[in-house]
């Protein structure tokens, strides 16, 4: 695609982009937003928050990964989640309006844009159902085991890393960090699991 092609779908598709610190909210629940974002530099984590202030983490988005796309394509559907920066980030918002409708060049990147972002809806909608599969489970135990099996298969060892830090981890599973630790510990001293800060390793009994 030639530059200046590209440049005139940049213009057409009214790009952003912005700078977060470790912490600040990106995205607030409530709000409405006509804008998807695509995390360029670091990572988000989307995050629900209930009246009593217990979090629950939904997912973590790192670089080329997308947020708020659902959001964004519905018009006046107040967002129910917060975005949260998980660490300094840099975010690239696209409104859907302009994606959704054709660019003067009519490159036919347009049309690999919106193919790209079905793609990536289906895999949010593929994350989400995995986090509902994980947390099903009524023991910390049985959430840790499915989550941890979930990441073994997918990367075809029994020895990996996770995005998560240790308070992530147990807002994603929906339970107390304390009491994440403890059967972890449990579980180590059982021989069945081995870690170190978000590196585990499984260990299969014969």
């Not at 009491?179 to 180590?188: N, P, Q, V, Y």
């Amino acid at each position: 695609m030639p530059a200046g092609d590209f440049g005139v779908l940049l213009e057409h598709l009214k790009t952003e982009t912005r700078s977060y610190k470790k912490g600040d909210l990106i995205c607030h629940a409530g709000e409405h937003t006509n804008a998807l974002g695509i995390v360029l530099t670091g990572s988000v984590t989307i995050e629900s928050d209930d009246i009593f202030g217990n979090r629950s983490v939904l997912d973590k988005v790192g670089p080329g990964q997308v947020f708020a796309e659902t959001y964004a394509c519905v018009p006046n559907e107040p967002m129910l989640v917060n975005v949260a920066a998980a660490e300094n980030c840099t975010v690239l918002f696209l409104k859907t309006a302009q994606i959704l409708s054709p660019c003067a060049v009519n490159c036919g990147h347009h049309g690999k844009l919106i193919e790209n972002l079905l793609l990536v809806s289906a895999q949010k909608n593929l994350s989400l159902s995995r986090r509902i599969f994980h947390t099903a489970p009524k023991t910390i135990r049985g959430r840790l085991i499915s989550y941890l099996s979930f990441q073994a298969i997918r990367e075809n060892s029994d020895s990996f890393t996770i995005p998560f830090n240790r308070q992530q981890l147990a807002d994603y599973l929906s339970v107390d960090r304390s009491a994440l630790s403890k059967e972890m510990g449990k579980m180590r001293d059982e021989g069945i699991l081995n870690f170190s800060k978000n590196h585990f390793e499984l260990k299969r009994t014969s």
